[in-house]
C-alpha cells in the first residue's frame, strides 16, 4: 500500500518563474493538506483541499494556489518565485472520517536562484 | 507564525537513556501531537493526544498534555541511536485529527551509539 507521493523530489528555479508540485494521497485519503518547511523550521500550513475546494487556507499571499482532482490528487502552484520561497514543501493526505491524523509524503525541495 | 516552541532546542543522549521533550502553545487547541523527521525526509506522526486526555503510551513513548499550563511533553524511553531524528509538537486548534496543524521548531534528538 503506497504512502503519499510527492514529484519531482528535487527542483531548481529562478526568480520569477512559477512551479507545479504534485502529490498523490494515501490510499482511502479523500483530504490533503500542504505544508511548507524553510530550513531548520518547523512547516507552516499552506492550505487544505477536500472535496475539490480550499477548505482552510494559512498565512500564504495569492501565489500560492492549489488544486484537487477528482481522484483526490493534488498540485501546489506558486506564481513570481522569489528567494524566500525555498523550502521542502510537505503534502500531507488524510481521511476526512474518523480521528486519523495525517500522513505526510517525502516533500519537494525547491530552490530559487 | 508558529503555535508551539519546543524545549530544549537540541538534545544528545547515550543509548539506553530517557530522552524527554517539552512543548507549550499559545492558544486552546483541540489535540496535540507529535511528529518525528529524519534528516531530509517527510514527517512520521508518532502521537496524538486530546485535550481531555492527560496522558497517552505508545511503546517507548509516553505522551502528557497539561492544558492550564499549555504544555505537553514526550518521553521516549530506552532510546536506540535510531531515534536520532527532530521531533516536533503540533497543535490542532479547531476540528479533528486531520484539521490544521501548527507546528514548533522542533527539537533535534542525537543518540550516541
Known amino acids: 500500500d503506497a504512502g503519499v507521493t510527492q514529484s519531482p523530489t528535487h527542483l531548481i528555479k529562478t526568480r520569477g518563474q512559477q512551479v507545479t508540485l504534485r502529490c498523490s494521497p494515501k490510499s482511502g485519503h479523500d483530504t490533503v493538506s500542504w505544508y511548507q518547511q524553510a530550513l531548520g523550521q518547523g512547516p507552516q500550513f499552506i492550505f487544505q483541499?477536500?472535496?475539490?475546494?480550499?477548505?482552510q487556507r494559512g498565512n500564504f499571499p495569492d501565489r500560492f494556489s492549489g488544486h484537487q482532482f477528482p481522484n483526490y490528487s493534488s498540485e501546489l502552484n506558486v506564481n513570481a518565485l522569489l528567494l524566500g520561497d525555498s523550502a521542502l514543501y510537505l503534502c500531507a493526505s488524510s481521511f476526512s472520517g474518523g480521528y486519523q491524523p495525517q500522513h505526510f509524503g517525502d516533500g519537494t525541495r525547491l530552490s530559487i536562484l | 507564525s508558529q503555535q508551539g516552541e519546543e524545549d530544549p532546542q537540541a538534545l544528545s543522549i547515550q543509548e539506553g537513556e530517557n530522552a524527554t521533550m517539552n512543548c507549550s502553545y499559545k492558544t486552546s487547541i483541540n489535540n496535540l501531537q507529535w511528529y518525528r523527521q529524519n534528516s531530509g525526509r517527510g514527517l512520521v506522526h508518532l502521537i496524538l493526544i486530546r485535550s481531555n486526555e492527560r496522558e497517552k503510551h505508545s511503546g517507548r513513548l509516553r505522551v502528557t498534555l497539561d492544558t492550564s499550563k499549555k504544555s505537553s511533553s514526550l518521553l521516549i524511553t530506552a532510546s536506540r541511536a535510531a531515534d536520532t531524528a527532530s521531533y516536533f509538537c503540533a497543535t490542532v486548534r479547531w476540528g479533528g485529527a486531520n484539521s490544521k496543524l501548527t507546528f514548533g521548531k522542533g527539537i533535534t534528538l542525537s543518540v550516541r551509539p
Open positions: 483541499y477536500y472535496e475539490e475546494e480550499e477548505r
